[in-house]
């Protein structure tokens, strides 16, 4: 599985961003995903993640309330809906699959990662 995530970019704090992930690979239905972010002089952390089948989610608390995970395996795309978004969620954001639901907020669990998109939301 091949993973590329974009949308990224610059808003204003209070402000929307939809990033996406898009998938190669005629099996990622089979495929749990997961977000990640890594900010400025920060270690990479969850940020959510989806079971293969769209019906379970799962957020980091700074996420809850905030941002939304959906996918929509017709397009083989997840995607990331974050509002309201602070200066502290700033950061490169990865998506990353892995077959097991199984440890969804576990980075070290992830078998196949994308590269990051930047996301910067200014004050």
């Not at 995903?33 to 900010?39: N, P, S, T």
């Not at 905030?66 to 700033?90: A, I």
Request: one cysteine or more; charged letters at 20%; proline letters at 2%.
């Amino acid at each position: 599985v091949q993973l590329q995530a974009f949308g990224g970019g610059l808003v204003q704090a209070g402000g929307s961003l939809r990033l996406s992930c898009a998938a190669s690979g005629r099996t990622f239905n089979e495929y749990t995903v997961g977000w990640f972010r890594q900010g400025p002089g920060k270690e990479r952390e969850f940020v959510a993640a989806i079971a293969w089948s769209g019906g379970r989610s799962y957020y980091a608390d700074s996420a809850k309330g905030r941002f939304t995970v959906s996918r929509d395996n017709t397009k083989n795309t997840v995607y990331l809906q974050m509002n309201s978004l602070k200066p502290g969620d700033t950061a490169v954001y990865y998506c990353a699959a892995k077959r097991s639901g199984v440890g969804v907020m576990v980075e070290n669990w992830y078998d196949y990662w994308g590269k990051g998109t930047l996301v910067t939301v200014s004050s």
